[in-house]
Structure formats: C-alpha cells, structure tokens
C-alpha cells in the first residue's frame, strides 16, 4: 500500500472503530510489528537515498497521528464504560455533588524560597541544597570560627549526641561550594537552620536562611552593593529601594556588612516598625575573609569574593507584614492559607 492509500484506509477504517475488541483489531492491522503502517516504513530500502529522510519523517508522522487518534477513541470508549457500570450499581449515584473539599496553598517560606531562587538563577547563581545535619568542622571551623572562639556564643547550637550539630546557618555550606565549584562560581544555599535559642515575635528556634557566594578575579565591595541592591529591588518587588551598608562583625567576611533597605512600611519616612529611622536590616554579608578562601582551596592572592546570608523567615514576615515569626510553625490552616492571598 502507498503512503496516500495507506492514509485513505486509515480514515475509513477508524471512523468504524467502536469496542475495545475494534481497538484491538485496528492496531493489528495498522500498528503492529506486522502491520500496514510498519510494511511501508519496511519499504524505506527501496527509496532513493536523497529521499529516505523525508520518507521516515512522513511515515512517523502517519504512525504517531494514528496512535494518538486511536488512543483517544479508546479512552472514550472505556470512559462510556466505565459510566455505564457505575450507573448501574444501585449502590452508586453519581449524580450526588461532590463534597466542598478546600485547596491546599503554598507555604509562605516556600514562595519566597522560590522567588529567591527563580530571581539568583536569572542572575547567574547555582542552586545549591545542602545537609541540616552538619559536623563541627563544616558549621564552624571550615568558616574560621575555631574551638573556644567567642563567635561560637553568638548561635546557640543543637548538639546531637555524635559530636555533629543541626546546622546554625547556611555559611556552613560555603567551604562545600567552593571545593565544588571554584575558584569562579556564583553559587546559593537555600535551606532550614536550627538554634537552640528561647522563641519571640522575631525569633525562631526553625528558620529559613540562604547563603549566597560570588567568588572570581575582580570581585570587589562594589559588585556587593550592586548585587544586594538588585536582589533586593527584586525580591521586595519595588524599583524604589534604597540600600545601605553598615560594618558588622562575622569571623568569616572582613570586611563585614548589616545591608539595610529603605523601610517598605513607610516607605523611609520613619515608623514603628523601622522604629522611626527609615531603614530596616535585611541582611548581612561581606568580603569573603581569606582564612575562609584558602580553606576552600581557592587562592586569596589571586581571588576574592563576597558572601551573604539572610533569613528567609523575616523575609516573609516583610513581604505579608507577618507580625508574629511563630505562625509558621504554628500548622494554623487559616494563617496558611489566608497570609499570601
Ligand atoms: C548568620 O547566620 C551568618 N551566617 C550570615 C552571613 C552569611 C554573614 C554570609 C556574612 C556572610 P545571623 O546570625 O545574623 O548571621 O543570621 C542571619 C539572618 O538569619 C538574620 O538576619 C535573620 O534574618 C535570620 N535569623 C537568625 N536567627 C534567627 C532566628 N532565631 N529566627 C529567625 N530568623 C533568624
């Protein structure tokens, strides 16, 4: 059979194909390994070779066209059955309306968790996971914060019972990143930390944080600054921010920085929330200190970086004007499901 009379037949006869047992015979005759549609691809050897390529584009599309319209008559067919079963049983109506059953909604730390990603992607980062559980040496020491070092104090860390921690803070994935990807990357870490701290309006013993790198030649506090004010503007969804750098203290940026914004509440005029100076922390990072470099067997003479790691928690807070950071955690279906609309 040729391809226009193969084609003619296959109309004809699918217009006839009504019960399963039609289904079945239809696939034999056409679509099976000894079938009408396999017969002609067979026929490809005796086609000139400057035309086989056309030749094989025609018969798949035949076979694939033929495929999804048998398929779809049986899916129909077995719907019809399936209906008339359920009519009748006497102990089905499927007249009755369904039940009002509610949706689900996104966690609130989950939508910003994915803007933070979708918005870092578009600028380059990687996305990177990162272990809750970590060792000593990966959630402190490989970031230059050594045994009896006071910056110790300023987590208060959970313990397991094997000498290894639930993770403080997501910096604890940077020496990771960097034996990884260096000595040029642009890298994130988002995930869940864990402090072993007493619980208010803003703090937390669960929360989000994620951790951002950009290590290469010529980095510099200026690409901080650039970088920060565009993550910002993006995440708060508003082209008027202004941002700022304080000097802070981290063990493992020098120097390192509180990045303030222009208060999203008041829009920098001064209010409750920014306790009337306008501005409102956001986040801390800095200059990659070198200590921290080296460790992650990058060469501080010849690379630099910037790293930063803020609290996607608060983050949320801002976003829905969340006043209480305990709601997350509270599973109160009403707050779920409301906050975001
Ligand atoms: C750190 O954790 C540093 N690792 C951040 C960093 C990374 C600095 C890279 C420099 C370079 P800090 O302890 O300030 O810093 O926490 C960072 C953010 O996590 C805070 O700004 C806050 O938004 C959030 N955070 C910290 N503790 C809590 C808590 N108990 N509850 C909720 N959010 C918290």
Redesign the pocket.
Known sequence: MDISNLKKAIDQEIAGVKTEDDVFAFHQKFLSKSGEITKLMAGIKDIAPEKRGEFGKTCNAIKQDTETRLFKIQDEIKAVALREKLMSDPLVDITIPRLNTKRGTLHPITIVTRDVEEVLERMGFIVEEGNEIATEFENFES?NIPKHHPARD??DTFWLSDGRVLR????MW?NYMMKKYGPSFRAICPGR?F?N?A?DA????T???V???MVGKDISIANLLYFMKEITTALLKRDDIEVRLRP?Y?P??EP???MDATCVFCDGKGCPICKHSGWI??????M?HPRVLEMGGINPKEYRG??????????AMLRWGIKD?RMFNSGNLDFLAGVTK
């Open positions: 970031i300023m987590q403080t803070h997501t910096s940077q930390c402090r701290e619980t803003t703090h937390e013993n929360f989000f944080q951790e951002g790198m802070s981290f493992f940026t390192s920085f509180e922390e956001l986040f801390p990072c800095g990659i910037f790293a930063f790691g803020f609290g996607l928690t608060r983050l950071i």
